[in-house]
T-cell receptor
Framework: GAGVSQSPRYKVAKRGQDVALRCDPI?????LFWYQQALGQGPEFLTY????????KSGLPSDRFFAERPEGSVSTLKIQRTQQEDSAVYLC??????????????FGDGTRLSIL | QQQVKQSPQSLIVQKGGISIINCAYE??????FPWYQQFPGKGPALLIA?????SEKKEGRFTISFNKSAKQFSLHIMDSQPGDSATYFC????????????FGKGTKLTVNP
């Protein structure tokens, strides 16, 4: 399909394990965003990239979270030493062109992370 | 600190009725206000968006009304249908700087047949 693809769709991990979540943006989209959505809440911003540059990581909740987009397309969000409070849906979004502001952000269906 | 306040938390409307969801913000640096629709198990999908230099924008059955002086904006869904049953989020973005969106907490809309 032509949309944002996230994998895995579901991830269960034990507390203390490391996890990696993948996002494949829409082809040609320059900007890529990660959001965290707790149950019954709105998405909360984590970080965003323009091509391979991470321009804003102000929403990452701790140094256990980091994201990368080494070639400016696929991105990985990594969470080290997971805690129960990390349980949430992690959403990825992409948009076409950073040079034009207010481009629509297109979301994937997310990865539901459960920490036991 | 919640930057975008959304109400009501839940809303039940009869088929054919008008659904109204309200949002308020404090930060006058916001310059872009989208609305997203989310179905269970799916990601948010953009419905409609507005900038503060426009007081109203309509797309099909969906209308955004924007009151810059009151720092409020609302989504109206005309002729609501059962297929509109979903959670709706308002959002806002700062002018300049990061393109990140700040979301409200969402409104769960149920349209009864």
């Amino acid at each position: 399909g032509a949309g944002v693809s996230q994998s895995p769709r579901y991830k269960v991990a034990k507390r203390g394990q490391d996890v990696a979540l993948r996002c494949d943006p829409i082809s040609g989209h320059v900007s890529l965003f990660w959001y965290q959505q707790a149950l019954g809440q709105g998405p909360e911003f984590l970080t965003y990239f323009q091509n391979e540059a991470q321009l804003d990581k102000s929403g990452l909740p701790s140094d256990r979270f980091f994201a990368e987009r080494p070639e400016g397309s696929v991105s990985t969000l990594k969470i080290q030493r997971t805690q129960q409070e990390d349980s949430a849906v992690y959403l990825c979004a992409s948009s076409l062109d950073e040079q034009t502001r207010n481009q629509p952000q297109h979301f994937g269906d997310g990865t539901r992370l459960s920490i036991l | 600190q919640q930057q975008v306040k959304q109400s009501p938390q839940s809303l039940i409307v009869q088929k054919g009725g008008i659904s109204i969801i309200n949002c308020a913000y404090e930060n006058t640096a916001f310059d872009y206000f989208p609305w997203y629709q989310q179905f269970p198990g799916k990601g948010p999908a953009l419905l409609i968006a507005i900038r503060p230099d426009v007081s109203e924008k309509k797309e099909g059955r969906f209308t955004i009304s924007f009151n810059k002086s009151a720092k409020q904006f609302s989504l109206h869904i005309m002729d609501s249908q059962p297929g509109d049953s979903a959670t709706y989020f308002c959002a806002a973005k700062h002018q300049g700087g990061s393109e990140k969106l700040v979301f409200g907490k969402g409104t769960k809309l149920t349209v009864n047949p």
